[in-house]
């Protein structure tokens, strides 16, 4: 299973991937991995290769490619500093990559994220409709927007075309419960299929096996459930969950 590292240009600028493809011939349906506040750190590097192994192309964007000042190094701070519209080109220049790689299959393309990466899957589901599956992770902020857009990913929402299945920690306050039920209530109320589940125990951050916060049950319980999503939505045709 050959992994690599690359670049793309997105805007003019280069923007560090970590990218890893299964053995054998293809074509193969693909998951866009984005990061949580950490980084394209082992973490992100592993869940990429896991879905490389049950036969995904993946591609892990650095979407921390344009903070350039050296004395900016905290991962918080580097996630608050990106802009909606910024993040929406990366995940396009992402998406465009995988659509015109060899072993991709351009119509069956995922995505899926962590905390910040969270959010911005669901402002990706919202604004590429070459997805065809969404899996957010404890993502936080979507109500919020930032960078200046004039709507949140949450007011973006009825550009989904794609299934959603949203993981949360039952003790995270970022998202909430409350949280959750607005973003279901919303999803509910525009008709887009979409399944939540709750992790009794598990805060934020429940996946990251180098972190405080792992949760063993949450992310052994969570992960199947993720694989059986994408295989349904990208190994096979269907519309809903």
């Known amino acids: 299973m050959p992994s690599f590292r690359d670049k793309l240009q997105v805007e003019g600028q280069d923007m560090d991937l970590y990218a890893s493809i299964p053995s054998g011939s293809g074509p193969f349906p693909a998951v866009v991995v ?3 506040a950490g980084g394209v750190n082992d973490f992100i590097t592993s869940i990429s290769d896991r879905f490389a192994e049950e036969g995904y192309v993946v591609v892990a964007p650095d ?15 580097k996630a608050g500093q990106l802009a909606d ?28 994220g962590f905390c910040m990466g969270g959010r911005a899957t669901w402002l990706a589901a919202a604004t590429n409709r070459y997805f065809k599956a969404a899996s957010p992770f404890y993502g936080g902020n979507i109500m919020v927007p930032r960078g200046g857009a004039d709507r949140s990913p949450l007011q973006l929402s009825k550009g989904i075309n794609c299934p959603i299945l949203f993981h949360f920690g039952e003790l995270d306050s970022n998202p909430s419960q409350e949280d959750m039920r607005t973003l279901d209530d919303e999803l509910t109320r525009l008709g887009k299929p979409h399944q939540f589940f709750t992790y009794p125990g598990a805060d934020h951050a429940f996946m990251d096996y180098t972190g405080d916060r792992y949760h063993r049950e949450a992310s052994e319980t969570s992960w199947p459930r993720t694989l059986e999503f994408f295989a349904k939505h990208l190994k096979v045709a269907a519309v809903t969950i």
């Open 34 to 36: 984005i990061q949580a």
């Open 63 to 77: 979407l921390f490619h344009r903070i350039t000042d050296p004395s900016v190094t905290d991962g918080i701070t």
């Open 85 to 112: 519209a910024e993040i929406v080109a990366d995940v396009n220049a992402t998406v465009e990559f995988l659509r015109n790689h060899s072993a991709v299959d351009g119509e069956r393309v995922g995505i899926t």
